[in-house]
């Protein structure tokens, strides 16, 4: 199993940056893929997630209105399309799998329920 994370870097506030997650090794179609992120000495924290068939998203509060979350499964491919990008937005974000029997998708703080996680890619915001 394999997730594997790309498109971070370095961007001034209010720049825009797309994040990409490649799945391997599973049945992805089963699968809601969340992005998380994580800053030392806090705890991983959900971004956004989208469901199985990818018509179904969601963001946390924050990211409303900035953040789009895209699927493809016909690649494996999840992406995280980050628009107005703010100094707190900086952190590590990481891809997660998580298994669904039901449509929709949702994520807590730690990440439970995801199952496969990707080693992350860093996104800095610079003010």
């Known amino acids: 199993v394999q997730l594997v994370e790309s498109g971070g870097g370095l961007v001034q506030a209010g720049g825009s940056l797309t994040l990409s997650c490649v799945a391997s090794?599973?049945?992805?179609?089963?699968?809601?893929i969340a992005w998380f992120r994580q800053v030392p000495g806090n705890e991983r924290e959900g971004v956004s997630c989208i469901s199985t068939n990818g018509l179904v998203p969601y963001h946390r509060d924050s990211v409303k209105g900035r953040f789009t979350i895209t699927r493809d499964n016909a690649n494996n491919k999840v992406n995280l399309i980050m628009t107005n990008l703010q100094p707190e937005d900086t952190a590590v974000y990481y891809c997660a799998a998580g298994y669904r029997r039901l449509l929709g998708c949702s994520f807590r703080t730690g990440g439970p329920g995801y199952s496969y996680w990707g080693h992350g890619t860093q996104v800095t915001v610079s003010s």
């Open positions: 090794g599973f049945t992805f179609t089963d699968y809601a």
